[in-house]
Nanobody
Framework: QVQLVESGGGLVQPGSSLRLSCAAS????????IGWFRQAPGKEREGVSC????????YYTDSVQGRFTISRDNAKNTVHLEMNSLKPEDTAVYYC??????????????????WGKGTLVTVSS
């Protein structure tokens, strides 16, 4: 059974850090691009970051560039998102998602093969 299970969300103050994790089971990350989307209340789901090829090259949306870092541990079938200097506008449900390398064109929600159920990140003073 294929599963993506996120963890690490929570309530933090602006300027703080959080580390999200996504554990994959039922398939191997060796063949998949994997990363994160987020959805804030009343907004569309947006791509945040991904690792999009076997060499580990990464993508970040402009609003998180320089603050977020994605990493992958193939041995543990896990991906992490280190989020620093968090801002209130980072508040959202963060979803882990995966798509086969061969099917990946752009990091868009409609193209994903698998989804996690999400973890809530709230940045507020």
């Amino acid at each position: 059974q294929v599963q993506l299970v996120e963890s690490g969300g929570g309530l933090v103050q602006p300027g703080s850090s959080l580390r999200l994790s996504c554990a994959a089971s039922g398939f191997t990350l060796d063949d998949y691009a994997i990363g994160w989307f987020r959805q804030a209340p009343g907004k569309e789901r947006e791509g945040v970051s991904c690792i999009y090829d076997r060499d580990g090259r990464t993508y970040y949306t402009d609003s998180v560039q320089g603050r977020f870092t994605i990493s992958r541990d193939n041995a543990k079938n896990t991906v992490h998102l280190e989020m620093n200097s968090l801002k209130p506008e980072d508040t959202a449900v963060y979803y882990c998602a995966a798509v086969r390398f061969t099917r990946l064109r752009l990091w868009l929600a409609g193209d994903m093969d698998y989804w996690g159920k999400g973890t809530l990140v709230t940045v507020s003073s």
